[in-house]
């Protein structure tokens, strides 16, 4: 079999509203060879509810059904990427092991990480992986802290060189120019630290909340598949809708300096 292949299933999007947060992040599909020849198909990021008839949906348009899934990767474990891994309860699920371990007691503060969440994924198979690890030849795991304890990316080399799915660590094409976390629930300093990492060793990134993208040799941004997202239930002129795209600011979650006195350490 040829090198792994990435097929996004769901591009990630950085979409608000003022009453909200959307929170529509990447689903990517990776298929290649197990050690023994065999094909495996890993799905990192299986998304919240809103989106689980339409990645039933995504997954029957390739001929595919939840149990043809092999493994489900966690980039981490807030709410808007693993609400779905119940979905594929039969695949074992890869998530790092200070991200299995904060899950399990989330700060007060953190709105993405409910307390619940350590309760829905102990229900699963969890394999701990972590910096340096192989999910099968070509697929590898970064740690990228910071945005939460146990942020990782995934990296696929394929055709287009060292690809790295970066979860959260990297939001989206424009934090690559601001080198700016919009949002840190862990540690500031490794949340800048893991943008520049990622940067620094990706051909092309697959961000949590944007499109694929690669920096050209101006810096400049070059995005590897078109915008498309239909909205629907209103109209651009009903009266009270507007349109700010305005940049947000960074948010820090309150009280990122008591995990240590919680035994976690930043």
């Not at 790295?164 to 120019?177: E, P, R, V």
Request: proline share 8%; charged share 25%; with cysteine.
């Amino acid at each position: 079999m040829s090198a792994p292949r990435i097929d996004v299933l769901f591009d990630g999007f950085g979409i608000s509203t003022d009453t909200a947060r959307i929170a529509l992040c990447e689903v990517v599909l990776i298929e290649g060879a197990g050690t023994n020849g065999e094909l495996v198909r890993i799905l990192v990021d299986p998304a919240h509810v809103g989106r689980r008839p339409f990645l039933a949906d995504a997954l029957a348009s390739r001929g595919l059904t939840p149990q043809d899934i092999d493994m489900v990767v966690l980039t981490h474990g807030h709410w808007d990427h693993a609400q779905n891994i119940d979905v594929f309860a039969h695949a074992p699920l890869y998530l790092h092991p200070d991200e299995r371990r904060y899950c399990g007691r989330p700060h007060p503060n953190d709105w993405a990480t409910p307390a619940w969440t350590g309760d829905i994924l102990e229900r699963m198979e969890i394999h701990e992986i972590a910096e340096g690890d192989e999910l099968i030849p070509g697929v590898g795991v970064v740690d990228l802290p910071g945005h939460s304890a146990g942020s990782i990316g995934i990296t696929v080399q394929d055709e287009q060189g060292l690809s790295l799915i970066s979860g959260d660590a990297l939001h989206s094409a424009g934090i690559a120019l601001t080198r700016q976390p919009p949002l840190v629930f862990w540690n500031v300093g490794q949340a800048e630290a893991s943008i520049d990492r990622a940067l620094k060793m990706a051909d092309v990134i697959y961000p949590g909340h944007d499109r694929p993208f690669r920096l050209t040799a101006d810096r400049e941004i070059e995005y590897l598949r078109p915008f498309s997202l239909t909205i629907t239930g209103t109209l651009p002129d009903r009266p009270g809708l507007r349109f700010d795209d305005s940049p947000r600011p960074s948010w820090v979650m309150p009280g990122l300096e008591d995990q240590p006195k919680r035994g976690l350490a930043i």
